[in-house]
C-alpha cells in the first residue's frame, strides 16, 4: 500500500509546490507552539526549557512506532522510503556549525523563517545570515566538495548497524525518550524561571 | 491541584508508551526489498514516460541544458570512434562491478537525484538493461534513447523531407529542426573526431569521470 506517494510519482516542479503547501502548516504550528521565540529554542542549552528535545522526541517515537505498526501490517514497504545516505564527516561537521548557529542565533532554519514571518528582527537578521552561508556554501562548493562527500556510507541504518530488529530499537528509542522526558522535568524544575516573558 | 493533574497526564502517557514499547520488542521484522518490486518497472515501463526521443535529446544537447546527463553504454572503443556530446562512457560490461561497500560502482558517477540520466546504446537493447538496473535500484530521472543511435542517424544526421502532399505543419517543423540540428551535430563532430585523435595519443581511456554530489537532506 504505502508510501501514500512513491518516489518519482510527482512531475518535477509540482514537488516545490507541494513542499511550499506543507512548508506553511508546519509554520503556522511551529508558531502557534511557540517556536518563534528563540527563548523558548535555547532553552535546553540553558535548562530552563526543553520543549524542543520533548517535541523531537515525541515526533519520533510516535513516527517509529507507526511505522513499524504499519509495515508489521504489510501497509508499508521499507524498501520503497527515502533514506538520506551517511556522509560522516558531513553529519559530524555539519551538525557541530548547525549547533553552534543554534546556540548563538537563537534559531534553526525552519523556525527562524516561522519568527521572520511574525516580524521579529533578530529573525530576519538570522535568515540573512543564512542567505550568506548558503551563498558561500555554494560559490565555495569546489573547496569543500571532497570532503563533503567523503566517508559515503549509503542509506546507512543503525538497526542494519546493530543488527537488530527495528522493533528492538524502536524500544529503545522509547526508553530513552521517556528517560529523557522525566529527566528533562527535574532539570527543569531546578533551572526554569518563574518570570520569562517569551514575548519579548 | 493543577501540577497533580499535569503529573498524571504525564504518568498516563507514560504508561501507555511502556505498553507500546514492550509490543514492538516483539514484533518480529519484514524482510524489505531494496530493489523495486518487478509489477512497478513493468508500470513505469508502460507508462510511456521511459524513452527521450531523439529530438528532445539533440534539443537539449543545443540548448547546453545542464540537467542532461547522457551515458554511452557501449564499449570503450565505441565510444572512442563516436559519442553524443557530453556523454560519459559506463560500458554495460562493468554496470555490474561493485566496490568493497557493496554499491555499484558507476552509480557515483551519475547524480541521480539532480540530473535526467538518459542511457543509449546503437540500438535499443544495451540501454534498456542500463535502464532496468538503474530503475531497479529506484534511481530518480532515468531514461532511454528511443531507438538509440541508429535513429539518431536516421532522423538527426540525414533527415528525410516530410512528403508535400500528407505533411502537417509539425512534421515540417521538426524537419526543420532536424535539419538544423544536422548542422549543429554536423560540426560538433568535426571537432570531437579531432579531440578524440589527441586522447588516442596520449593513450587515455575514454570513461569520464564526474565528481559525485549528492542531495542534501532536511533540517527543522
Known amino acids: ?200 | 491541584m493543577e501540577h497533580k493533574k499535569q503529573l498524571r497526564i504525564y504518568l498516563l502517557l507514560t504508561a501507555v508508551f511502556m505498553v507500546l514499547a514492550i509490543i514492538m520488542f516483539f514484533l518480529p521484522d519484514k524482510r524489505v526489498d531494496k530493489e523495486l518490486s518487478p509489477r512497478t518497472l513493468i508500470k513505469l515501463y508502460n507508462h510511456g514516460n521511459a524513452y527521450y526521443s531523439v529530438d528532445k535529446v539533440a534539443k537539449m544537447i543545443i540548448d547546453e541544458n545542464p540537467a542532461l546527463q547522457l551515458v554511452d553504454v557501449r564499449s570503450e572503443a565505441e565510444f572512442a570512434e563516436f559519442s553524443l556530446p557530453g556523454a560519459i562512457n559506463i560500458p554495460l560490461e562493468k554496470i555490474l562491478e561493485k566496490d568493497e561497500h557493496n554499491n555499484y560502482v558507476w552509480k557515483e558517477y551519475l547524480r541521480p537525484e539532480k540530473k535526467i540520466t538518459v542511457f543509449y546504446s546503437n540500438g535499443d537493447l544495451k540501454a534498456a538493461q542500463a535502464w532496468t538496473l538503474a530503475t531497479r535500484l529506484r534511481m530518480d530521472k532515468v531514461f532511454m534513447l528511443e531507438g538509440g543511435l541508429n535513429n539518431w542517424f536516421d532522423k538527426i544526421m540525414t533527415p528525410e523531407a516530410p512528403k508535400a502532399t500528407t505533411a502537417t505543419p509539425e512534421e515540417y517543423a521538426a524537419y526543420e529542426f532536424r535539419k538544423m540540428a544536422k548542422t549543429f551535430f554536423g560540426r560538433a563532430n568535426a571537432g570531437q573526431a579531432a579531440s578524440i585523435t589527441a586522447e588516442e595519443n596520449a593513450n587515455s581511456a575514454p570513461v569520464v569521470k564526474k565528481k559525485k554530489v549528492v542531495s542534501e537532506g532536511g533540517g527543522c
Open chain 1, 1 to 200: 500500500m504505502g508510501p501514500l506517494v512513491k518516489m518519482g510519482e510527482i512531475a518535477a516542479g509540482w514537488d516545490f509546490v507541494i513542499a511550499f503547501i506543507i512548508g506553511i502548516f508546519f509554520g503556522i504550528v511551529m508558531e502557534q507552539a511557540g517556536f518563534s521565540s528563540s527563548k523558548k529554542i535555547t532553552g535546553w542549552i540553558y535548562g530552563y526549557d526543553f520543549t524542543v528535545i520533548r517535541v523531537f522526541f515525541t515526533a519520533a517515537i510516535v513516527a517509529m512506532i507507526g511505522l513499524v505498526f504499519m509495515q508489521y501490517l504489510g501497509w508499508i514497504n521499507f524498501g520503497e522510503l527515502f533514506i538520506n545516505p551517511s556522509y560522516i564527516w558531513s553529519i559530524l561537521l555539519g551538525g557541530a556549525l548547525m549547533g553552534a548557529g543554534f546556540a548563538i542565533g537563537g534559531f534553526c532554519p525552519g523556525t527562524s523563517i516561522a519568527a521572520a514571518a511574525i516580524g521579529k528582527i533578530d529573525a530576519m537578521v538570522f535568515v540573512l545570515g543564512i542567505m550568506i552561508g548558503v551563498f558561500i556554501f555554494a560559490e565555495g562548493f569546489p573547496i569543500w566538495d571532497d570532503l563533503y562527500t567523503a566517508a559515503n556510507h549509503g542509506p546507512l541504518l543503525i538497526t542494519d548497524l546493530l543488527g537488530i530488529s527495528k522493533g528492538v530499537w524502536t524500544f529503545i528509542f522509547i526508553l530513552i525518550a521517556f528517560a529523557t522526558f522525566w529527566g528533562t522535568a527535574a532539570l527543569r524544575k531546578k533551572y526554569a524561571h518563574k518570570e520569562l516573558d517569551y514575548n519579548n
